[in-house]
């Protein structure tokens, strides 16, 4: 058994929230930052790291534009947070077209459950042979 099986927090989160449905916003956005940042690292990584890159950030426009969002997170936190440029870049990049999409649709939410209907897809395959190649296929 792989060892964040284990882990307390990997455990909860398993449990209580991946998989639940999710219709706030700025949960959503949360969601998005952490996949991001998951990106080559295990996930009990990145829930210990969750409350500091996740939570605390602060997407603001005050004077400027939708398109040039600044982020940032409270002192405290800078040392703790993944601190790859590229994830940092790809989740102000991804603050902007939040806030561009929460204009346009009336809500991040709105925008991302019209893909499934508003609805959870749920698949069952039994065989390996039986998952499409490409989505809706």
Not at 72 to 82: K, M, N, W
């Given at each position: 058994m792989r060892m964040e099986r284990t882990d307390p927090l990997y455990v909860a989160?398993?449990?209580a929230e991946w998989g639940v449905p999710v219709h706030d916003?700025?949960?959503l956005f949360e969601?998005?930052?952490l996949e991001g940042a998951q990106a080559g690292l295990s996930w009990s990584t990145i829930l210990k790291k969750r409350k500091d890159t996740g939570r605390p950030l602060t997407i603001s426009t005050p004077g400027r534009s939708p398109d040039t969002p600044t982020m940032?997170?409270?002192?405290?936190?800078?040392?703790?947070?993944?601190r790859n440029?590229?994830?940092?870049?790809?989740?102000?990049s991804?603050?902007?077209?939040?806030?561009?999409?929460?204009?346009?649709?009336?809500?991040?939410?709105?925008?991302?459950?019209?893909?499934v209907n508003g609805k959870p897809v749920q698949n069952a395959w039994e065989r390996m042979g039986d998952i499409p190649a490409a989505?809706?296929?």
């Open positions: 989160y398993h449990d916003d700025r949960t969601f998005l930052i940032t997170f409270p002192a405290a936190c800078q040392p703790r947070i993944i440029r590229l994830k940092i870049n790809a989740a102000i991804n603050a902007g077209a939040v806030l561009r999409i929460q204009e346009e649709f009336g809500g991040f939410d709105r925008y991302v459950w019209r893909f989505p809706g296929v």
